[in-house]
Each structure stands twice: as C-alpha cells, then as structure tokens.
C-alpha cells in the first residue's frame, strides 16, 4: 500500500461539543436514575413536595439524557436538526438537574455546552441524510432493547426501598409493564415507586416516540440516476469512455451524480452510512475532472458526509488528491488481458489449456455475442437464470458491476454463455450452463461484470468462457479485456515468494484467513492463469480514522453486509421476476472482492 498525500484535519468544534453532548446526557441520566447520585440537601424535601416533582424531575433528566445520547452522533456530524433539538433539550435537562439534585454543577455543565453550540451555530448547517422506513424499526429494536437493559436498573438501585425479595423474572415483569405505564409485581416504600413509574413510563415514551417520528417524518430516499443524467453520462462515455475500464458502471441507476460546471465531466456515488462513496475515476474530459471533484466535495460538506473513492486509477488518485487534499492508498490490482497477446500456447498457460480442451471434449459449446444480438426469448432466458444461480440471497456489486442484463440502451455489452445438450431431461434454462457479461471499455475494450454459472455444470465454466471471449474478441473489434479485481495483489504475490520478511508473511497469512469469506487470494490466482498486465487501484479518503467506516460502508455497497431486514422467500422472487433487469455479481468469481 502506498500513501500520497496527507489531507487536512476536519472541523474539531462538532467533534468537540458532540462528545461533550454525550457526557452531559450520561451525567443526565445517571441523576436520573441512581439515588447516590443525585444526593443534596434539599432532596429530601423535594422528594415530598406535592404533585411528586421530584419523580417527575427524575423523568425528566432521564429522557433528557437518552436524547442527549441520541443526537451526539449528529452533533459531531454537525447536522442542523441535530443542533435544533440539543439547544431545546440542554435548558430542560439543566431544569431537571437544578429541581431533582439541586446541582449547580449540573446546571453549569449545561450551559456550558449551549453556549459553544449558539456561539458555533453556522458550523452545524449539514442537510439531512437520504433515509428510508427500515430506521424507524431499527429504531424501535435498539431503543427497545436498551429500554429494557436501562428499565432492570432503575428498578434494581432501589435494595433498601423494595418490599419483598423479587427475582429477576418480577423485576423484568415490572420493566415491560411500567413501559407501557402500568403497575407491575414489585412494590416500593414511599415515593420510590412514583420514581420508578415515572421513569420506566419515560422510557416508553421515548422509544414510541422516535419510533413515530421516524416512520411519519418526510422522506429523503437515496438519490438514483435520472433519465436525464443517464443520458448525459452515456454522452461523456461515448467521448471519454476508452480513458477508464470501470467507467461504464457509472451508470447504475442506485447512484447519484454530480457533473461539471462546463458539464463536460462528472462524478457518480451512493450514500451509504454517511459515507459519500465514490468509485473509479471521473467520468469526461480529465481537464474537467476538478469542476467535477469540487462539486462532489461541496455537496459532501453540505450533509456532512465522508467523502471516499473506491477503485481509482494512479491517474484518478493523483487529481482527486491534489485538488481535495485527501489521501490514497493502494487498494490492489485490475487484471487486464491485451487480446493480441493473449495465446493458450506454452507452459504458463498449460491448466488453463487443457482445461478448456477437457471441458469442449465432455460437449460444451461457447457462444460470444452482443446483447442486441440476442432474441427477446433468449435474453429473458439468461436473465432468469443469472438470477437464480446467484449463489447469495443479497445481490453484490458497486463499483465494478453494473447491476442488469439486458437494458435496451446497453446493446453494446458483451455476452459469452457456455451450452451443453442433456441426454436426460433438460433443465429450466434449457442447454444454458453459464454466463458471462461484459460492459463497454471505450469503442475497443470491454470489462467484466458478473460471471454466473449452473452449480451442476462441470468446473471450469468460468475459464473456458473468458478463453471464448478473449479468442472471439477480434470479430468485435475489442483489442482489451478487463477481468476481475484482485484486492491487495502485491501483498499476495510478494509474501509468498523467497526472502519476504515476517510482517509480510504474517499480512499475506492474514489475507489468505480472510480469503476464506472474501475470496481474496482466489480471485488473484484466479486472474493470474491468464496471464494479464496488472493496473493498481486505489482508495481515496480523508483521514485514517475514516477508513474503518469507508470499509464498512463499501463492504455494505458491494453487498457483502446487509444491514437490512430481508423478505420472505417467496415476496423476494415475485419482486424478482417482475423487474426488466438482472443481476450483476457471481458468487465464485465476483468482479469485486
């Protein structure tokens, strides 16, 4: 991996008072909830004033503090709504905390941090991020979740006030009831059993509450590629489009896109876990690339997301970090065969060879054609069955796939499909046995987007295919091939060789263990049989700290965590076959690892 540039430090107020927010809001809810706590000199006389203030004080600082907690996050992400509601909360937690402990302190703490937030105000203007109905149940299984954890406390801080010995089953009982504001099984002395109720009731409100506002509040859904835009990005391509191998994939429709001042560049991403991600290079013309990048920073300054690119070129990472500041590393390597040179004659290329000659000899045929090429029959033939030899549930891919099969306006894609006649009874997709799509690289190269192949069909389906494109590349004009991504190349194919030092090693045992989910070193060695030049690519970013959350975020976009509750079987396959278009990624040979 190599570095390039050091970026600048990001905003350190957010940062500051969001984590100031989160201490006050503990400090809030332990004076809520633990009686040595909220010890002073007038408790006690507070504890008996009419109407039960002090209960209701309590209740108060306890649902003060879980919303303090809640909007810290927000606060650091410097989000204007985030700020809204902490200036509203802070003087009512610094109320509760001067009525129910008397506590000068925990006023001042208060009021301490709403005086950064009016004086810093302009610093928190972030608009919202795109979000769908799935955070409103997110919501409710968290809060609820941590309603019941914090519920068992407060009813268990009180061992000299209980009647009886409870167990844990009582205890529990008396949390889920006082959630829903009723009395439950363990009785208290004195005005403790108005604390607890008023507390746990406290609790259930905020839990109903943000779930409410979460489901009915408007919606801001994740931007998706406009007919418009489509269009406009199509015209770039067919101008620039031989610049990037991964410059087609611009045009899925789950991204969102921002062009140029001139219009004669652009930059695609999604917005996943506030991190605006970015792959491959811009599209257009190069001279256009920072009009382009300085929109992308400045529409991910307004909502205070991360910035990250996936999957640049060294040409790609040297402007993105000289006009942004960012840094880059190197990720790992494209495979990219020149058809001219590509050749199954020697010893290099010898299992690839008679694997392929084994596989025509058991009466499998290839077939490579343009996607305008096929009938309407045919080509929802491969669609169904793309879809169904998925090897996941989720659908992976983001930056190096292109997400459908088919799409009228994709004509110029490529398709190889391997066909075999069977003696006995033919399956669902007839001879059909495997797939392979390819999208437009520029006017003479194409680059790899998903492999599928039947789990019954004999092994080396996906080899014998990209020898039938590579030999069939010349009738379409094609002179370059673009294969599959091979993360952290370098690092495998050095750590395996003599002399490699022993942190070397131990990286390369650590990606060989990983490979075991991430098809890290399979994909290299699968690449590597033929034979290709290697094109590093790279991750831009902002800071260190950010990369966790960019993997994360990337590992969500390319499908290989779903955070998202999945439908039933049978409600997923309806969906399925109603849509025109396929799916983009293989299981056993996926474009991006």
């Not at 994939?249 to 991403?269: C, E, H, I, N, Q």
């Not at 060879?353 to 045919?378: C, F, H, N, P, S």
């Not at 650590?510 to 030049?533: C, D, G, H, M, T």
Request: hydrophobic share 45%; proline share 5%; charged share 25%.
């Amino acid at each position: 991996m190599r570095r390039v540039l050091r970026g600048p430090r990001p905003e350190a107020v957010p940062a500051v008072v969001g984590r100031a927010c989160a201490l006050v809001g503990l400090l809030d809810i332990a004076a809520g909830v633990f009686p040595r706590f909220r010890r002073s000199r007038m408790h006690a006389l507070a504890e008996v004033l009419p109407g039960s203030f002090g209960p209701f004080a309590a209740a108060l600082s306890l649902s003060a503090g879980v919303l303090l907690l809640l909007l810290a996050h927000g606060l650091k992400r410097r989000k204007r709504r985030a700020w809204r509601a902490a200036v509203a909360l802070l003087p009512a937690g610094a109320a509760a905390q001067f009525v129910y402990r008397h506590s000068v302190v925990g006023v001042l703490l208060s009021l301490a941090l709403l005086a950064p937030l009016l004086v810093h105000r302009a610093q928190f203007a972030a608009l919202p991020d795109p979000r769908s109905r799935w955070r409103a149940l997110a919501n409710f299984v968290l809060m609820g979740a941590g309603s019941l954890a914090l519920g068992l406390v407060i009813v268990s801080v009180h061992p000299h006030r209980v009647v009886g010995d409870p167990g844990l089953a009582d205890r529990l009982t008396h949390v889920v009831y006082g959630l829903f504001g009723f009395e439950g099984p363990v009785a208290y002395q004195g005005s403790t059993s108005w604390t607890v109720a008023f507390s746990l009731g406290a609790l259930g409100w905020l839990t109903a509450a943000t779930t409410a506002y979460l489901a009915f509040r408007p919606e801001h859904p994740a931007a998706r590629l406009t007919k418009e835009d489509e269009a406009r990005l199509r015209a770039l391509l067919d101008r620039h489009g031989g610049r990037d191998s991964l410059g087609h994939f611009a045009l899925r429709r789950d991204k969102a896109v921002v062009f140029s001042p001139s219009g004669k560049a652009a930059v695609t991403y999604r917005v996943v876990c506030g991190v605006m991600l970015a792959s491959g290079d811009p599209i257009g013309d190069v001279e256009a690339w920072p009009g382009a990048i300085e929109r992308f920073m400045d529409e991910a300054r307004a909502h205070s997301w991360t910035p990250a690119v996936m999957g640049c070129s060294e040409t790609g990472g040297e402007v993105w970090t000289r006009e942004t500041g960012l840094d880059a590393l190197e990720l790992g390597d494209e495979a990219v065969v020149d058809v001219a040179d590509f050749s199954l004659a020697g010893r290099a290329m010898r299992n690839v060879r008679q694997m392929v000659k084994r596989i025509e000899r058991a009466g499998y045929e290839t077939r490579v054609r343009r996607v305008r090429d096929l009938g309407d029959a045919e080509l929802e033939r491969i669609r169904r069955a793309a879809g169904d030899w998925r090897g996941t549930d989720t659908e992976r891919g983001f930056s190096m796939a292109l997400g459908r099969i088919g799409d009228p306006a994709d004509g110029d894609c490529l398709i190889a499909t391997a066909h075999k006649q069977d003696a006995e009874e033919p399956g669902p997709y007839g001879d059909l046995k495997a797939i392979l799509h390819f999208v437009p690289w520029g006017a003479d190269g194409v680059s790899l987007d998903l492999m599928r192949r039947d789990r019954s069909a004999d092994p080396g389906m996906n080899e014998l295919l990209i020898v039938a494109a590579l030999q069939a590349a010349p009738r379409f004009g094609i002179s370059r091939v673009s294969l599959n991504f091979a993360m952290f190349r370098s690092a495998l194919a050095r750590g395996e060789k003599i002399g490699a030092g022993p942190v070397l090693r131990a990286w390369r045992g650590l990606l060989v263990f990983l490979s075991r989910w991430f098809q890290i070193e399979s994909l290299y060695k699968f690449n590597a049989k033929f034979q290709p030049r290697w094109e590093p690519r790279f991750v831009v970013y902002r800071a260190s700290a950010d990369l966790p959350r960019i993997g994360f975020a990337a590992m969500q976009a390319e499908g290989f965590v779903d955070l998202a509750l999945p439908l039933p079987r049978f409600l997923r396959r309806r969906t399925t076959a109603a849509r025109p278009c396929a799916h983009s990624v293989a299981d056993g040979g996926v474009r991006a690892a």
